[in-house]
């Protein structure tokens, strides 16, 4: 399983306790694919070594320099966060590479990524990446009152949780509003930035939801559980998908992870910094979660903890046995 990411400026932290999250949870090995400034290339190959090889061994890992194979590279450096345009660019660097999932620095994964990198196999014979839609409720979304450009479906999606079909990516022919015949994912790129710069707001959030407003067919759309953000719970609970599974995927978007407007959010990503690899995942992570809930009820988010702890519990139990009593199991029986 391939797993993406853009680090830039000062995002190496955020982006090591995303990748904590994703070992901590994971069945099958993943491959990261680390793409970040020249001076941050050395503290990811480093902290990463450091950590124990009962967790090294369930991954591969590779960095690579900020690039972009078409256009401006100054432009795209600077649209909208640091480096974040690079994501557009994964089909044609990751040449070998058929799939992958791509997120932002800010995420957690709160189950296993096996669980997402299924969503594949729902794929329909068009469908080539999956996104989460931006809001549920159009009345309060950013893109169905604010946006001056086309965008998909009613609210638009969300690009922090992206699942890709590279190989898809690179042999479709798109539509697009600039001229009458399809342009590759490459072709398309610069124009479309071009037509539209004057008018998006989120970069390339903005620049794939043009896309796939000309495209609807080539996108999959799954539940607001696997791309969890403060607008779900901040006006009031509207992620029903949370509500009955509990969040697969949180997204600390804003800034949550960082200052005290969203308590809960920034209690997760603390637990998960703070949890040593070797330690009882319930002793030193759920409890401690619990814990930290406690101070949270004050807040619309905090409201409501058995969304944030439903999917964590459930999954903490499932490498609970799969480590210890099948182990001891394995033992017994020796």
Not at 41 to 55: C, H, V
Not at 119 to 129: E, I, P, Y
Not at 303 to 319: A, D, G, H, N, W
Request: a positive charge.
């Amino acid at each position: 399983m391939h797993l993406a990411v853009v680090a830039c400026g000062d995002r190496l932290e955020e982006t090591l306790i995303m990748l904590k999250s994703a070992v901590l949870f994971s069945n099958r090995k993943l491959k990261f694919h680390i793409f970040a400034e020249d001076s941050l290339k050395p503290e990811f190959e480093r902290k990463l070594q450091e950590w124990p090889p009962s967790y090294t061994k369930k991954f591969e890992c590779h960095v690579y320099p900020i690039s972009f194979s078409v256009g401006n590279a100054q432009e795209w450096k600077k649209l909208f966060k640091p480096c974040a345009a690079q994501r557009l660019f994964l089909p044609m660097i990751l040449k070998d590479v058929d799939s992958l999932l791509y997120v932002d620095t800010d995420v957690l994964f709160l189950r296993p990524i096996d669980d997402i990198w299924r969503f594949l196999t729902a794929f329909n014979s068009t469908q080539l990446a999956a996104m989460a839609p931006e809001h549920e409720i159009p009345k309060i979304g950013w893109y169905s009152r604010f946006a001056r450009h086309p965008y998909y479906g009613t609210t638009g999606v969300n690009s922090g949780v992206m699942l890709m079909n590279l190989t898809r990516i690179r042999t479709t022919q798109f539509k697009n509003s600039m001229i009458p015949t399809g342009l590759t994912w490459e072709e398309m790129l610069y124009p479309l930035y071009q037509k539209y710069k004057n008018y998006i707001t989120w970069g390339d959030q903005d620049l794939l939801n043009i896309i796939f407003y000309f495209n609807p067919e080539c996108l999959y759309l799954f539940p607001c559980q696997w791309n969890y953000r403060p607008d779900h719970c901040m006006y009031g609970s509207n992620c029903k998908g949370a509500e009955e599974e509990g969040i697969s995927i949180l997204h600390g978007n804003r800034g949550v992870y960082h200052d005290d407007k969203q308590p809960t959010f920034k209690a997760l990503y603390e637990v998960i910094r703070n949890f040593s690899f070797e330690d009882n995942l319930f002793q030193s992570m759920y409890y401690p979660l619990q814990t930290k809930f406690l101070d949270t009820v004050h807040t619309l988010c905090g409201r409501i903890p058995q969304v944030f702890l439903k999917q964590i519990e459930r999954t903490m139990k499932k490498v609970y046995e799969s480590r210890v009593i099948v182990n001891v199991g394995a033992n017994f029986r020796l």
